[in-house]
């Protein structure tokens, strides 16, 4: 007894083990999938199509109720009765066969339809039913119900190269299958039996016939009501619909390199596809201006969200602007978009106050000079009118003073990922475009700047939803991050100066434009009371284009997407974050009690403690002269503060400022004395800057040329002598100009004024 109970559990033993050990099909967990980018709703964005050609998207997490109902009723009622072979399913498809004559039905599962399609569908002979059943019991052994059903609706025909369930809900519905209508939910059950009916030209009539019944047998078993089947069954068959191609940049970047076949991004379709509209115009118009090139990022600073992102919109032909690169995350020259970075931190750090006047002159550091876009120096100008007119120079000094490798290691805690040199290598033109930056990144920043300033802290930036990135605390506080902002709501609008000011429609705006040397690309990134905007134009295989610059090229297109997105109240000054300080109303450093004085705000915690430099008391005598107590009784002296730059500023200084009066001369008896309480000259030299070395070239008789040297002076009609070295050249009046000729080497220029004045200048000719 014991043999024959052996003999007859070994094949039932058998069979379990190979239930439990026999390997499943690859296939099961190795296909190639499509990738699809959807919108923060689920809406599709983009789409690639799989490696074997299919449009196969990933599968759903489970199944829709409805098409989980309609399909079971369509292909096995028995489901969650069966281990994934129906004995009653057979027999009434061999009864049925048997009474036709020929193959009518198959008495498949849908478990043993799922194994078919892992074999790759094979012929339907009596020897591949047989290993189509074997396969069925194995995945009923190690599947679930559930997942059985999720692993044949992602596998299934729909139609031409549509796989699965997701794929054909979209192709051919434009929803995601959890939106499928019972009309619809039917059809997708019943078209894998036909799946070539669903095209145009085909027996359509037939495949409404048979969704029709589906949808009356539904209705007898109760899944829906007498008007839900009349509704259902006016349904008209669907077509196949394209789908879209809003963010196919975006899609590479996201995709590169395999990962998920479905990408939940942050973005809104609805706005995407209008920021693409009003991008496609832009550049046409761009494009008859040889700029081929666009790319817009949009980011909700409410919940820092990227919300539109157009890697790159090409007007051109694309194999020679590089349509096919994503631009958008691209590192690029950053032009001037880096300075209200500069300018937060320097406040932070006490460096300036929004009012201090930063030097606007004639400038080199090491032979780098520094140049402001009209070519034209201010003499000193406030730090918040520099930044919100882009000025060069002011930037470059401020940077100085600040300090290159300071900025450099704060930009890349701002989420500057490209910095990729040591700071020494970018120096001074760090601030200018000497570094690279992405657009996605700096409309970043911008969007973490305006979210600090409005919520005191601020997450960093995400594109795919339920990405929880690890936050750095943003370098910059939320009272420097409101000042930066107020002094970038000053820069002029292209096109209409300051007058959209005027207009009540007009929202305010904190934005920023930069170009890169070269003209090889222009940005413009701004913040309304909600979102950040950010473009960038230019081609992308880096050629110039002679009419590019961020003001005219893509600010018009930046300021075009804010009228799109509606007005905004801006963020108010966080008080609590800042504090109020007395300084001088024309230079904007502490009052001590020598100039009229305002209140100005700066951050709380910044620790700005220059009292002003700029300001000196003088003695005058009734005739407004300079005078002092060697040549002056106190009882005829009279005592005024007087606003004073260097002479240098000064010279640039009242060119724009007319108002401004330079010191009155000394009485001619006072000089003697003059020069020991007053040390520093009345003069500067504009060129050549100290310890330049300047090339003079010959002239074409073989002559060594000549270098002009300019020189300015506080007092007008103020006379110069000039020495070159221990030798006289002569005298200059009212303008200071003199054409030295000089051979290689070091020399020395001595300048003399008619109060006895001296200022001494070394300076290096090089050879040939």
């Known amino acids: 007894m014991a043999a024959v109970g052996l003999a007859l559990a070994m094949p039932v033993l058998a069979v379990l083990a190979a239930l439990q050990w026999a390997p499943l099909p690859a296939s099961l967990h190795q296909q190639p999938y499509a990738t699809l980018m959807l919108d923060r709703q689920g809406r599709p964005l983009a789409a690639r199509i799989a490696a074997d050609q299919q449009w196969r998207f990933a599968p759903v997490e489970r199944l829709p109720d409805k098409y989980r109902r309609a399909l079971i009723t369509f292909e096995d009622r028995r489901f969650y009765a069966h281990p994934g072979v129906d004995p009653l399913a057979i027999a009434r498809a061999a009864v049925a066969n048997a009474r036709a004559g020929r193959v009518v039905s198959g008495g498949s599962t849908l478990t043993m339809q799922l194994a078919r399609l892992l074999r790759d569908d094979p012929p339907r002979t009596l020897a591949e039913k047989a290993r189509e059943a074997l396969l069925a019991l194995q995945l009923e052994w190690h599947?679930?119900?559930?997942?059985?059903?999720?692993?044949?609706?992602?596998?299934?025909?729909?139609?031409?190269?549509?796989v699965g369930l997701r794929a054909a809900a979209w192709r051919y519905f434009q929803r995601p299958p959890e939106a499928l209508s019972w009309a619809e939910a039917a059809l997708l059950a019943v078209l894998p039996n036909s799946p070539a009916l669903i095209h145009p030209g085909r027996d359509r009539a037939r495949l409404r016939a048979k969704r029709d019944r589906l949808l009356e047998v539904l209705r007898r078993r109760g899944d829906l009501d007498g008007a839900d089947l009349r509704l259902a069954k006016l349904e008209p068959l669907p077509r196949v619909h394209e789908l879209p191609s809003l963010a196919p940049r975006l899609l590479d970047t996201l995709s590169a390199g395999g990962g998920d076949p479905l990408l939940r991004t942050t973005l809104d379709a609805d706005l995407q596809r209008r920021v693409r509209e009003l991008a496609d115009r832009h550049g046409r118009r761009l494009g008859r201006q040889g700029v081929h090139n666009l790319a817009v990022v949009v980011i909700d600073h409410r919940d820092l969200e990227t919300r539109a992102y157009l890697g790159n919109v090409q007007h051109g032909d694309a194999d020679t602007y590089g349509a096919a690169v994503d631009i958008a995350g691209r590192p690029r020259s950053t032009g001037s978009v880096l300075k209200p970075l500069l300018y937060g931190l320097a406040l932070d750090a006490g460096?300036?106050?929004?009012?201090?006047?930063?030097?606007?002159?004639?400038?080199?550091y090491g032979g780098y000079s520094p140049e402001n876009f009209d070519r034209e120096f201010r003499g000193a100008v406030p730090a918040h009118e520099a930044l919100a007119r882009s000025l060069n120079v002011p930037a470059v000094r401020l940077l100085r003073r600040?300090?290159?490798?300071?900025?450099?290691?704060?930009?890349?805690?701002?989420?500057?990922?490209?910095?990729?040199?040591?700071?020494?290598?970018?120096?001074?033109?760090?601030?200018?475009?000497?570094?690279?930056?992405?657009?996605?990144?700096?409309?970043?920043?911008?969007?973490?700047?305006?979210?600090?300033?409005?919520?005191?802290?601020?997450?960093?930036?995400?594109r795919l939803a339920g990405a929880t990135p690890v936050a750095a605390p943003f370098p910059i506080s939320p009272g420097a991050a409101w000042l930066t902002l107020d002094a970038l709501r000053d820069v002029a609008r292209p096109g209409t100066a300051r007058q959209w000011r005027l207009y009540r429609s007009s929202q305010p705006i904190a934005w920023k434009t930069?170009?890169?040397?070269?003209?090889?690309?222009?940005?413009?990134?701004?913040?309304?009371?909600?979102?950040?905007?950010?473009?960038?134009?230019?081609?992308?295989?880096?050629?110039?284009?002679?009419?590019?610059?961020?003001?005219?090229?893509?600010?018009?297109?930046?300021?075009?997407?804010?009228?799109?997105?509606?007005p905004a109240p801006f963020?108010?000054?966080?008080?609590?974050?800042?504090?109020?300080?007395?300084?001088?109303?024309?230079d904007g450093y502490l009052a001590g009690g020598r100039c009229p004085a305002k209140t100005a705000l700066a951050p709380l915690h910044s620790h700005f403690q220059t009292v002003t430099p700029h300001h000196r008391r003088v003695h005058l005598d009734r005739n407004g002269q300079r005078v002092h107590g060697g040549c002056q009784a106190v009882a005829g002296m009279a005592s005024r503060n007087w606003f004073v730059l260097p002479p240098a500023q000064a010279w640039f200084y009242r060119q724009r400022h007319p108002d401004y009066r330079p010191l009155p001369a000394w009485r001619s008896d006072c000089l003697a004395g003059a020069r020991a309480l007053d040390p520093s000259p009345p003069m500067a030299i504009l060129y050549p800057h100290a310890g330049a070395g300047l090339y003079i070239p010959r002239e074409l008789g073989g002559q060594r040329?000549?270098?002009?040297?300019?020189?300015?002076?506080?007092?007008?009609?103020?006379?110069?002598?000039?020495?070159?070295?221990?030798?006289?050249?002569?005298?200059?009046?009212?303008?200071?100009?003199?054409?030295?000729?000089?051979?290689?080497?070091?020399?020395?220029?001595?300048?003399?004024d008619d109060h006895g004045f001296r200022l001494q200048r070394r300076f290096k000719v090089l050879g040939d």
């Not at 475009?433 to 930036?461: H, K, M, N, S």
């Not at 963020?571 to 024309?586: G, I, M, Q, W």
């Not at 110069?720 to 070295?725: G, T, V």
């Open 571 to 586: 963020p108010e000054p966080p008080l609590n974050d800042l504090k109020r300080v007395r300084v001088c109303a024309d």
């Open 143 to 162: 599947l679930s119900k559930d997942d059985i059903l999720v692993e044949y609706a992602s596998r299934a025909p729909f139609g031409g190269n549509t």
């Open 351 to 364: 460096v300036i106050l929004p009012d201090t006047l930063i030097p606007d002159l004639p400038t080199n």
């Open 705 to 752: 040329g000549q270098a002009v040297f300019r020189v300015v002076h506080e007092r007008d009609g103020a006379r110069l002598f000039w020495h070159l070295d221990d030798r006289y050249l002569g005298v200059t009046e009212h303008f200071h100009q003199w054409a030295i000729r000089a051979e290689p080497g070091w020399h020395t220029l001595t300048l003399v």
């Open 402 to 462: 600040y300090g290159v490798g300071r900025f450099h290691d704060q930009l890349r805690e701002l989420g500057m990922t490209t910095l990729f040199r040591p700071a020494d290598d970018y120096g001074l033109t760090l601030v200018l475009g000497g570094a690279e930056g992405t657009l996605e990144e700096l409309t970043a920043i911008y969007a973490r700047l305006i979210a600090t300033a409005r919520d005191g802290q601020a997450a960093p930036v995400t």
């Open 514 to 566: 930069g170009t890169s040397y070269g003209l090889r690309d222009a940005w413009a990134i701004g913040s309304n009371g909600r979102y950040t905007v950010g473009v960038w134009a230019g081609n992308g295989n880096g050629e110039p284009a002679p009419h590019l610059g961020g003001a005219d090229t893509a600010a018009p297109l930046m300021l075009d997407v804010f009228s799109l997105l509606g």
